[in-house]
């Protein structure tokens, strides 16, 4: 007889063959994790997407007379943050569920995976922190001379400097 089982995502796994009830439902419990992981890499995928869209849509239109184009852009940064976050701690989830299928080994790869999407998180808004800080200060900029290469200077130096936080 076959047993199958549900991933959180809905897809349907079975097993069969002359694997005992018990391994084979251990088996269909590590599919429904990875599957569920998978999952949660793709809405990860599509909120960085959104973040970038939002962030590239700011860069394009905030000015100092569009205050509009920042509160669009701290409203993106809010869904984003809160799809991530639940993004985390459904991995969180995923690599006990492995653990308790005593796959060890796949739930620490969930757990590396997530120590990465933090460390890429936190990059991306270092990044977007500086490139905005950049665009604003080359905005701000009077010389009467076109290309007077100080924005260019000072941000160098920031990236010199190690100034990331």
Request: hydrophobic share 35%; charged share 30%; proline share 1%.
């Amino acid at each position: 007889m076959a047993s199958a089982t549900k991933s959180r995502n809905g897809e349907v796994a079975s097993c069969s063959g002359d694997l005992p009830e018990e391994q084979k439902e251990q088996k269909l419990a590590v599919f429904a994790a990875l599957s569920d992981l998978l999952d949660i890499h793709g809405r990860r995928a599509m909120a960085y997407s959104s973040f970038d869209k939002a962030f590239r849509l700011f860069l394009r239109e905030h000015t100092l007379w569009n205050a509009g184009a920042a509160a669009t852009y701290v409203d993106a940064c809010r869904k984003v943050t809160a799809e991530f976050s639940d993004c985390s701690a459904k991995a969180k989830v995923t690599e006990a569920d492995l653990r308790r299928a005593e796959e060890d080994e796949l739930a620490q790869v969930v757990r590396d995976i997530q120590e990465l999407e933090s460390t890429k998180l936190q990059l991306t808004v270092k990044y977007q922190t500086l490139r905005k800080d950049h665009n604003t200060y080359e905005d701000s900029c009077k010389h009467p001379v076109t290309g007077c290469g100080c924005v260019k200077s000072d941000f160098n130096t920031v990236f010199a400097d190690e100034a990331l936080y």
